[in-house]
């Protein structure tokens, strides 16, 4: 080989290594969270979840378990005392909101943390009986929380779980309490799951939540029925997972549903302050989803001891005599420099 040839070889060696570098920081994301003000006007400081026109997967109504991470702080959610009964999780600081306006229809649900002693409650309403389960368990302290809520359709049971302990339990309504397809409205934001928000921005003594969320997770079963070690680590999907939203986009309006139901979500940012706002404040410790592009490897021609290979946007430049192993005969065809 000839001195220019050498040189060549070890600038492409030196572009492998950097093409390499860069793939491993766009395929290892960061985990990421979405922080909240607590702006209840305006249809913003909230995540939407259509689950109607076309129905969604994530309306759930029978057995279900909803859990997610909640970070807040002292002083910035104002409710009062948790209140028990039907539709009593209205009056607290509204952390996920599947309400419908007016009585329960098919039913309606949700979960709210309260200022007075920082208790989360959990709520199920159907036609004109419903039920809120409190718990006891001062969760705005400025730590990470892990929050599941469990509902059994056959009996009603209503269970809440704070940091894998149970904190709660309660009777409510039984059957099918999902959102009824194609129901008619006059409330367009009856057909949403909303996080983070009361979804109607219908009075001041129904506030919004200000605060961190992290991972929220769907599920059409019973996840948990008795204590259990809190999960250090991203969820992942399974059969039973009709919503997943890690909030590790980091930039945009987007929010991706990572169950593979297809039940996505918009950021609506908007208020003063200004929220949500994308966060690396997180509860994880260990390392969260890796999303890796698929690559259709192309491999073109050239002169000189080089293929290469051209996938999302980026060159990757390899010395033929590093993939000549790897490459089906006759793909590089390139000429041996004397």
């Known amino acids: ?164 302990v149970l904190n709660g339990t309660v009777t409510g309504p039984t059957g099918d309490v999902s959102y009824r397809d194609g129901r008619s409205t006059s409330w367009p934001n009856d057909p949403f799951i909303v996080f983070g928000a009361e979804k109607h921005d219908f009075a001041p003594q129904y506030p919004s939540y200000s605060g961190w969320l992290d991972e929220v997770r769907i599920s059409t079963n019973i996840r948990y029925t008795s204590t259990f070690s809190v999960p250090t680590t991203a969820f992942t999907t399974d059969a039973n997972t009709v919503g997943l939203y890690h909030f590790d986009e980091g930039t945009g309006d987007t929010i991706n549903d990572s169950s593979g139901t297809g039940s996505h979500g918009v950021r609506r940012y908007g208020g003063n302050p200004a929220g949500p706002v994308w966060s690396t404040d997180t509860p994880l410790t260990g390392g969260g989803p890796v999303n890796t592009p698929t690559f259709t490897p192309t491999f073109t021609p050239t002169p000189g001891p080089l293929c290469i290979e051209n996938n999302v946007n980026t060159l990757y430049m390899f010395p033929k005599e590093l993939l000549s192993p790897l490459l089906t005969q006759g793909v590089c065809n390139a000429q041996e420099a004397a």
């Open 1 to 164: 080989m000839s001195k220019n040839s050498k040189i060549w070889v070890t600038v492409l060696l030196v572009g492998m290594l950097i093409s390499l570098l860069a793939l491993g920081s766009v395929s290892a994301q960061t985990n990421g969270s979405l922080r909240f003000y607590g702006n209840g006007s305006g249809d913003i400081d909230r995540v939407k979840i259509s689950i109607d026109n076309p129905a969604k997967a994530a309306d759930i109504g029978g057995n279900f378990t909803i859990e997610f991470f909640m970070r807040a702080v002292s002083g910035e959610n104002g409710s009062g005392s948790c209140t028990t009964g039907d539709a009593g999780w209205t009056n607290g600081n509204i952390i996920i909101d599947r309400d419908i306006f007016g009585p329960g229809d098919n039913g309606d649900f949700g979960i709210s943390v309260f200022g007075g002693g920082g208790v989360i409650a959990f709520g199920v309403s159907r036609g004109n009986s419903g039920a809120t389960v409190c718990g006891t368990t001062n969760v705005i302290d400025g730590n990470w929380h892990h929050i599941a809520a469990t509902r059994n359709q056959s009996n009603g049971l209503l269970s809440l779980y704070v940091d894998g």
